[in-house]
Structure formats: structure tokens, C-alpha cells
């Protein structure tokens, strides 16, 4: 997810994510969020698989967040970005069986 939003947002490559309106928009506000404030504009939710976490919402600001990372020291400095926090909030589900489901 991330590699395919990053080629179709930052390089223009045609994907099954180019074709999302308003997604290059969305990474970009977030970006800048990101560099003004030094964290995300909201957490991303993500449900617990087997094979990891799949996000469900944000994965748009997942993929900024990532990609501000990447960026140099040097590069922060020049467009005066703050310092990301490495921790950031994320909300996680947790997916229960129908037996799970007392919580007392």
C-alpha cells in the first residue's frame, strides 16, 4: 500500500491508487501538517490481522508520515519543519471471536 501510493502520489505513476480523487491532495495536507506540527493531524485506525495491521482510515497520513521521515535533516531545515515524534498514536481493532464477546 504505502510503496504504491508513494509512486502514484510523489511520482506520478499510474496505479490502482492514481485513480483515488482528491488522494495526492489528501497526502500533501498531510505532509504539511506533519512538518508544521511534528506529529499526525489524527491517528490512523488500523484492524489487527494475521499478516499485521491493515489500516481502515489514515492511510493516507501513514503514507505521509512515512515519507516525511524519509526526508534529510537538511532537508527539514530548508522548509523550516520541526522535529516528528518516531511514536505516534494509532487506534487499533481488535477482531474477536463470537465467544470473546462477554467482557465482564
Same mark, same amino acid.
Given at each position: %500500500?504505502?510503496?504504491? %501510493?508513494?509512486? &502514484?502520489? =510523489?511520482y506520478g %505513476? /499510474?496505479?490502482a491508487y @492514481? @485513480? =483515488?480523487? @482528491?488522494g495526492r491532495e489528501r497526502m500533501a495536507? &498531510?505532509?504539511i501538517f506533519i512538518a508544521r506540527n511534528g506529529h499526525l493531524p489524527r491517528a490512523p485506525i488500523a484492524v489487527e490481522g494475521k499478516d499485521g495491521l491493515q489500516f481502515v482510515d489514515g492511510s493516507h497520513r501513514v503514507v505521509a508520515w +512515512? /515519507?516525511?521521515r524519509e526526508f534529510t535533516e537538511n532537508q527539514r531545515k530548508e +522548509?523550516?519543519?520541526?522535529? =516528528?515524534?518516531?511514536a505516534q498514536a494509532i487506534w487499533v481493532v481488535i477482531q474477536m471471536s463470537e465467544t470473546d464477546t462477554d467482557l465482564t
Amino acid at each position: %500500500m504505502a510503496e504504491q %501510493m508513494t509512486q &502514484a502520489y =510523489i511520482y506520478g %505513476m /499510474t496505479n490502482a491508487y @492514481s @485513480s =483515488i480523487e @482528491s488522494g495526492r491532495e489528501r497526502m500533501a495536507s &498531510a505532509l504539511i501538517f506533519i512538518a508544521r506540527n511534528g506529529h499526525l493531524p489524527r491517528a490512523p485506525i488500523a484492524v489487527e490481522g494475521k499478516d499485521g495491521l491493515q489500516f481502515v482510515d489514515g492511510s493516507h497520513r501513514v503514507v505521509a508520515w +512515512v /515519507t516525511y521521515r524519509e526526508f534529510t535533516e537538511n532537508q527539514r531545515k530548508e +522548509v523550516g519543519a520541526k522535529e =516528528i515524534d518516531p511514536a505516534q498514536a494509532i487506534w487499533v481493532v481488535i477482531q474477536m471471536s463470537e465467544t470473546d464477546t462477554d467482557l465482564t
